[in-house]
Nanobody
Framework: QVQLVESGGGLVQSGGSLRLSCAASGSILSINAMGWYRQAPGKQRELVATITSGGITNYADSVKGRFTISRDDAKNTVYLQMNSLNAEDTAVYYC???????????????WGKGTLVTVSS
């Protein structure tokens, strides 16, 4: 069974930085795209950033120039470096990875349980 575990969330002051990590574990064959999404209170979940297996990245306009997504395939881990944080970045951040596993050889989307990021103004 594949599991994703996020870490790195917490409370930070406006203008500060945080780095999120998301590690996948289980009987993994390969990982395609990885990404981060977030859901603020009272709002729908939205895309933050994605990265393909070839390293091509995509960002929401609201985080361009402030956030950087990266991946370490040897560790089955995706990262999100967040700089210049502001109150509008407060949300639960969810990791997503598209994974082929021994039990499910067809690519499946897996989600982490989320990590809370709170930015105080």
């Amino acid at each position: 069974q594949v599991q994703l575990v996020e870490s790195g969330g917490g409370l930070v002051q406006s203008g500060g930085s945080l780095r999120l990590s998301c590690a996948a574990s289980g009987s993994i064959l390969s990982i395609n795209a990885m990404g981060w999404y977030r859901q603020a209170p009272g709002k729908q979940r939205e895309l933050v950033a994605t990265i393909t297996s070839g390293g091509i990245t995509n960002y929401a306009d609201s985080v361009k120039g402030r956030f950087t997504i990266s991946r370490d395939d040897a560790k089955n881990t995706v990262y999100l470096q967040m700089n210049s944080l502001n109150a509008e970045d407060t949300a639960v951040y969810y990791c997503n990875q598209n994974i082929r596993s021994f039990l499910r050889p067809k690519p499946q989307d897996y989600w982490g349980k989320g990590t809370l990021v709170t930015v105080s103004s």
